[in-house]
């Protein structure tokens, strides 16, 4: 570990890409990263999508600017196994083993449920067929576009559930989003801090860690899962195989699964995401309780979505959104 | 009919025929229809910004004063990003190369071609619209492979010059060409050759002097396109003032400084090329 | 002498003239190969690649993915709003055009105007939908309205703010091109200003104004920031969806469908771009 400190601080420098300041805390792990070891983290193209990420290998490789470590969603990093170099964290053993590649290519980090964040002047949501009511006209949005965003397609699909439907089909949940439409409750407006701050977007389905009132930025902003319709997602960490920086790489990733109080796992944590490591930190006690405490309780048996039933939802959405809601 | 086809006279008979009072009610409608046009136009043009101006000075809560905005723009750094200095000042001076470039580019070809490969004009044209026909979106798709090989020279977002001289040129041209169409060019040309002057002389110190107003518009023109320009930076992942300033939209809820800097840039933007129309002396007419 | 050709034959150097080691058209090359470089091999690259399957495969049937009804509804949408913010911008942009151009050509309101026209033409994208929003939202400065949100008008009347910019841009060389001298000869002879318009200056400008619409209609259809930063749940336009086949994380990203996207948008706006030069040509020779 100590060598992959010293090379790492010989390189000097590690590339990011799309890692968003507010994004499940990463503000505060980059800046302890930096300060911890000295690297300057060059952080590209905040908001750009997982698929973006890759473009970016692709489009960068052998140059400098290439990203050294990648955040992405499960389905592009399954895609794209052919750009990762292996590589086990010093706490491989603490990942549960459904939730890493057996090659050690990408590995999960963190995750959240997904939820309706609304602003407090609407009340209590209690169940989301109370969104199809008038108060809410043009207030109802997704974070992006289904058919291209992960947090947008996990939207629909927690709607689907929801209503009934199960993690096979995302019918339900398109046709949820028609009714919404139909009652004139839908909003198309790209929601951001600033749309919910002017109060254009007050209700917004996002991932739990992304509807905090600190990333939101409006203290009178309120959480719901649906108990019937607990809908999680992981991402998952990859490091570039012609990365430029390697060593500044790994020590990236074995910072961010550290299970220090100041590691990556606790950080993530305190960003409102639940860190991968949890059911291993909390039996070893290095988890940060009061953060946990304040993870929004959820009632219900979490689903998650395998790879064929995210393709298929994908695929369902590519030939009836648009139709649906445009 | 006959009296039209003399362009420029008035027949004399034709005038006692026209009323005293019908030049000045003329005017008058004029004046009140321009008069009116400007206003309703001038509301609608500049609302957008005021309402970002507005909010630009919002406080943290609704309806409170405050300028923190703009002072943020010196200083505004999300952690991790770039800060937003380092973007405009990248914008502003990509904005300088591409003029220049564009002009070196631009000016002598077509003074060339105007003069000596006249045939080659119809092609010339026809290359010089046709990044309108691309839009950005489909050009950065192709240019991933170039813009890799030109990364292996140089890191720098002020690469993107390569490229925002090709956005610039259906612009460029227009300007260019209107000047130069206005300007009776081989009659000066020739009068500078038979005079001794070299090719390079009859450029420089006949032609574009000629040609100032026409070269100025076209450096408007060019400036504010790479100060407004965002797809092709965005998807190459360079950080030039607009993809910095989306990026901050998606990520700050704090939306003040996002409104300040754009009220800036347009301001800036603004007064630049109004400096510059001052500038240029305006020729009136080729009557 | 280059010279002494010219004055023989005319304004037309010929090429038969004089022979030189290095002929004149070489002086057009470092303009060629810029272009070639940064223009057309990109271009070519999409088009050939629109052509090909992902693994790289020849797929020349591709091309009748475009008259897929998903493709065609991408396609129907950007025409509608393409087509309503063009004659929108148009007709608008006119007026404010002839409004700039009858004033004092050295005044203080036609640089004001022609400033402003300069810039807001290129202001598009994350700033202008920010601005509306604030103009436009629940707390916002002016009303509140929800037909704002439905495709096309909202978006067409942001697409506006932009488009008539450019259309007084485009337009106003040839408003100033209508010499005062017919404008005098019509009215000694009686012509009300209907008819002046009706007969003489409407059909002078009518090559420029339409061409100008073509350009307002190619520069809406390749427009991309401002409708991406303003709603973007939906792939309304072309420009959206070849977004979202670029980079999207779900599964459904894939470049040659990007590409496919893209050579139809190059085809519809060759179209209607070689429309405008023909059209730009027709006006310049009358108002020259």
């Known amino acids: 570990m100590s060598k992959l400190i010293a090379a790492a601080k010989q390189e000097g420098t590690l590339n990011v890409i799309a890692l968003p300041p507010t994004w499940a805390n990463y503000g505060a792990i980059i800046a302890d990263f930096q300060k911890k070891y000295g690297i300057k983290v060059n952080s590209a193209l905040p908001d750009g999508s997982s698929q973006q990420e890759v473009n970016a290998v692709k489009t960068e490789n052998g140059t400098a600017k290439a990203p050294d470590v990648l955040d992405i969603g499960m389905a592009v990093a399954l895609a794209n196994t052919s750009l990762f170099a292996p590589y086990q964290v010093s706490t491989w053993a603490d990942i549960p083993a459904a939730q890493k590649d057996a090659g050690a290519l990408w590995y999960q980090d963190y995750g959240g449920y997904m939820a309706v964040g609304y602003s407090s002047k609407f009340g209590t949501i209690t169940s989301l067929s109370q969104l199809l009511g008038p108060k809410f006209k043009n207030a109802v949005a997704l974070n992006g576009n289904p058919t291209s965003a992960n947090a947008a397609l996990n939207g629909v699909m927690m709607a689907s559930l929801a209503e009934g439907g199960s993690a096979s089909s995302i019918a339900d949940g398109v046709s949820f989003f028609q009714k919404l439409k139909a009652a004139g409750n839908f909003s198309p407006v790209q929601a951001t801090g600033a749309t919910i701050k002017a109060g254009t977007t007050p209700v917004v389905f996002n991932w739990d860690y992304l509807n905090l009132p600190s990333y939101v930025g409006v203290s009178n902003w309120k959480v719901f899962i649906p108990s019937n319709a607990v809908l999680g997602g992981y991402y998952a960490q990859a490091i570039n195989k012609n990365a430029p920086h390697p060593a500044a790489a790994r020590l990236w990733e074995e910072f961010l699964y550290s299970q220090d109080v100041a590691g990556g796992q606790n950080l993530w944590l305190e960003g409102g995401a639940r860190p991968v490591e949890q059911p291993a930190m909390s039996s070893n006690g290095s988890l940060n309780g009061a953060a946990a405490g304040k993870l929004p309780t959820v009632s219900g048996t979490p689903v998650f979505l395998s790879a064929t039933q995210a393709t298929d939802a994908a695929n369902y959405l590519a030939a009836n959104w648009a139709k649906a809601v445009g | ?287 | 002498m280059a010279a002494a050709a010219t004055t023989e034959t005319g304004a037309r150097p010929s090429r038969a003239g004089r022979r030189r080691s290095i002929p004149a058209v070489a002086g057009t090359f470092p303009f060629l190969g810029y272009v070639a470089v940064f223009l057309l091999w990109p271009t070519g690259i999409v088009v050939v690649d629109a052509l090909k399957n992902p693994n790289g495969s020849w797929a020349v049937s591709n091309i009748t993915e475009l008259g897929n009804p998903l493709v065609r509804g991408y396609f129907i949408g950007s025409f509608k709003l393409c087509l309503l913010t063009s004659v929108l911008g148009a007709v608008l942009g006119a007026v404010l055009a002839y409004a700039v151009a009858s004033g004092n050509p050295d005044g203080v309101v036609r640089k004001l105007y022609l400033s402003a026209s300069g810039v807001l033409a290129q202001n598009g994208g994350v700033t202008l939908a920010f601005a509306f929003l604030v103009l436009v939202g629940p707390v916002g400065l002016l009303f509140h309205a929800s037909w704002f949100y439905q495709f096309p008008w909202g978006i067409g009347l942001i697409y506006t703010y932009f488009q008539v910019p450019l259309m007084v841009l485009v337009f106003l060389p040839a408003i100033d091109g209508l010499k005062v001298q017919w404008r005098e000869a019509s009215e000694s002879l009686g012509a009300s200003a209907w008819q002046y318009w009706r007969y003489v200056g409407g059909p002078l400008l009518a090559p420029a104004f339409l061409g100008a619409t073509l350009l307002l209609f190619a520069n809406a259809l390749s427009a991309f920031a401002t409708i991406e930063a303003w709603e973007n749940q939906i792939a309304y336009v072309v420009p959206q969806q070849i977004s979202t086949a670029l980079s999207s994380e779900v599964g459904l990203s894939n470049v040659n469908v990007a590409d496919l996207l893209a050579l139809g948008m190059v085809i519809t706006v060759a179209i209607v771009m070689t429309a405008y030069a023909l059209l730009q040509r027709r006006a310049a020779r009358w108002l020259r």
């Open chain 2, 1 to 287: 009919m006959a009296a039209v086809t003399s362009l420029g006279e008035t027949p004399i008979t034709a005038q006692a025929r026209v009323p005293r009072g019908m030049q000045s009610r003329r005017r008058r409608r004029l004046n009140v229809f321009r008069y009116v046009v400007f206003t309703l136009f001038g509301l609608f043009f500049i609302l957008p910004p005021l309402a970002m101006l507005r909010f630009s000075l919002e406080g943290a809560k609704l309806g409170t004063w405050s300028v923190t905005a703009w002072r943020q723009i010196a200083s505004y750094q999300g952690s991790g990003i770039p800060p937003l200095l380092s973007a405009i000042e990248i914008s502003l001076e990509l904005a300088v190369i591409t003029c220049a470039v564009t002009l070196v580019l631009l000016v002598p070809t077509m003074i060339w071609i105007r003069l000596r490969v006249q045939w080659i004009s119809r092609t010339f044209e026809f290359l010089c619209l046709l990044p309108l026909t691309i839009p950005a979106i489909v050009l950065v798709v192709g240019l991933g492979p170039i813009y890799n090989k030109i990364q292996h020279f140089s890191l720098s977002a002020l690469m993107l010059f390569w490229v925002y001289v090709i956005l610039a040129l259906p612009y460029a041209y227009r300007a260019l060409a209107a000047g130069l169409g206005a300007i009776d060019v081989t009659t000066l040309s020739e009068a500078a050759r038979s005079l001794g002057a070299s090719w390079l002389s009859v450029m420089t110190r006949v032609i574009v002097p000629n040609m100032r107003q026409a070269i100025l518009n076209a450096l408007l023109l060019t400036t504010a396109l790479v100060l407004g320009e965002f797809t092709i930076a965005y998807l190459l992942l360079y950080n030039n003032l607009q993809a910095e300033l989306y990026s901050i939209s998606r990520n700050t809820p704090n939306a003040g400084v996002l409104f300040s800097t754009a009220t800036a840039a347009l301001l800036f933007a603004f007064v630049l090329l109004l400096i510059l129309s001052f500038a240029g002396r305006r020729r009136r007419g080729r009557g």
